[in-house]
């Protein structure tokens, strides 16, 4: 193995040229890590706000939209054009079953519309004005300027938590059929630990042929008989024959109404979703940071860290205009796609990116994705979420873990963002068929302090900005380390314009389809 080949792992870096061929490949299997979460966002909302199924397909069509729209501004001068696909977030689900919760029968009635309608243009009209807030604190450069409070000992704890606080989505799904989950999960750590020394096809394409065994194994179960009618693993041929070949309603801005920008109860959602907002950006910036560092780029500058979340707010703004009940964010799960296929080509994701705009529109191939298993599903979030909390952890080794003040902020924020969710978290009871509210309570329905109360309930219910708020409240009041034991020298070092310039130089210097030795 060459001096070169041992400096790096990353086959293809952020700024290389595979050939569009291979990017277009490598882009669908980025966004096959993600389909899973994206299809269960308008699952939870849609079920809440009880659409039909017709409108549920639709619903899921439009966030697939999106998501390749938002991933082009991203990449665009707009955005900080690190290889982050965006999609849907979990962190808007609470401030919108506290919209859902406001509407009534009643609301619905005087509108004259079903209240389902009524619901997802309220959330979608918040989202739009929340949205505002996050382009205005992206642009401005204010969340730039907040970097200086963050430092490798709160961002380390807050990606693996990003990670770690997805636990009850990939254990549950796999349980829905063992075997084929732990099949699925076998040939990933076979096709991306083992065979990838051996085989580039294996190198490169882990993740799609992992998806691919599982997929082959339930479609053989279905056929013989052995994955019985209702299994998670059950492939579902009726749902690409019913589907149509072309639908262009995905597209189509507010094609379940126009909000009532007069509504109170709208502007109350609006400030309740600011919550969310808070939530998804502390994500998205722990995102940046384990992106950069995954993809063996220099530490993201204020500047990127700023465009970053303006264009995340753009892509909100058109979620709602849209109208896909969700706000957008970075995806984590395409950060631990990386670590596995070793690709972080931003031509990779703008293929994957292009491709997604037209799997709306093409209903067959569409349905096709839909017939992904659910437990192959689960077996992928094992391995991409242990990733990213393992990219987390990676963080650490500049920090002096031999300071116990260190070990003591560490220590509390894992454990915060791990217990204090689980008090305030909304859900949705599918037996009851109602929104169980979380623990925070106060006064009734649409008093401010009721707002107020959904606004915190909201931030406690998010993990990752749980960890975060309570890292750089620690890390920058206790005393007992200095900056180079917080790891802030190292960073301060390779966060700069002149380590980018150097990076995007050598990077701009491969030639096309030119691969980096490792």
Request: glycine letters at 12%.
């Amino acid at each position: 193995m060459s001096e070169q080949a041992a400096d790096h792992w990353i086959v293809y870096p952020i700024g290389s040229k595979p050939t569009w061929p291979m990017a277009v490949l490598l882009g669908i299997q980025q966004y096959l890590t993600m389909f899973g979460a994206t299809v269960l966002i308008p699952f939870i909302v849609g079920g809440a706000m009880g659409l039909p199924p017709a409108e549920l397909a639709l619903l899921i069509s439009t966030i697939f939209f999106c998501s390749g729209i938002c991933t082009l501004i991203q990449q665009s001068p707009l955005g900080n054009r690190l290889p982050i696909i965006q999609g849907g977030t979990f962190s808007f689900l609470g401030p919108t079953f506290a919209i859902i919760f406001l509407l009534t029968a009643k609301d619905a009635t005087a509108a004259g519309i079903p209240l389902w309608q009524l619901r997802i243009q309220e959330v979608s009209g918040a989202i739009m004005i929340a949205s505002v807030v996050e382009i205005f604190l992206g642009y401005s450069g204010i969340m730039g300027h907040a970097k200086k409070l963050i430092s490798p000992i709160v961002i380390g704890p807050t990606i693996a938590m990003i990670g770690l606080a997805l636990f009850g989505i990939g254990a549950p799904w796999m349980a829905g059929n063992w075997i084929i989950s732990l099949i699925t999960l076998t040939a990933m750590i076979l096709y991306s630990q083992v065979f990838s020394h051996k085989s580039k096809v294996f190198m490169l394409f882990p993740v799609l042929l992992a998806i691919a065994t599982g997929w082959l194994c339930s479609l053989i179960g279905t056929v013989t008989g052995w994955i019985p009618v209702g299994n998670a693993a059950y492939l579902n041929p009726g749902l690409i024959s019913s589907a149509p070949w072309f639908s262009f309603a995905p597209m189509m801005p507010f094609k379940w109404g126009m909000p009532n920008f007069g509504s109170t109860t709208l502007w109350a959602g609006a400030l309740g979703m600011l919550a969310g907002y808070l939530a998804s950006m502390i994500e998205s910036i722990g995102d940046y940071y384990a992106c950069a560092r995954i993809a063996e780029a220099p530490v993201p500058t204020g500047k990127m860290i700023s465009r970053g979340l303006g264009a995340e707010g753009l892509g909100c703004l058109i979620a709602g205009v849209l109208q896909t009940a969700n706000g957008t964010t970075s995806y984590s799960e395409n950060i631990g796609s990386i670590g596995l296929t070793k690709v972080a080509s931003r031509r990779v994701v703008i293929a994957g990116a292009v491709v997604m705009l037209f799997i709306p529109i093409i209903g067959k191939f569409g349905a096709l994705l839909a017939t992904l298993p659910q437990p192959v599903v689960g077996a992928m979030f094992v391995a991409l979420f242990g990733m990213i909390a393992s990219v987390g952890l990676s963080n650490l080794q500049i920090v002096n873990l031999n300071n116990s003040r260190n070990l003591f902020i560490i220590g509390i924020s894992f454990f915060a963002g791990l217990s204090v969710p689980f008090w305030f978290t909304p859900h949705f009871d599918v037996g009851t068929q109602k929104i169980v509210s979380g623990a925070i309570s106060w006064g009734t329905s649409g008093d401010l302090a009721n707002i107020l109360g959904n606004f915190l309930q909201a931030i406690l219910s998010t993990g990752m900005a749980v960890t975060a708020l309570i890292g750089i409240l620690l890390d920058n009041t206790l005393p007992g380390a200095t900056r180079a034991e917080r790891g802030l020298e190292v960073w301060e070092t390779e966060a700069s314009d002149e380590a980018w310039e150097k990076a995007e130089a050598e990077w701009s210097a491969m030639a096309e389809g030119e691969m980096r030795p490792v």
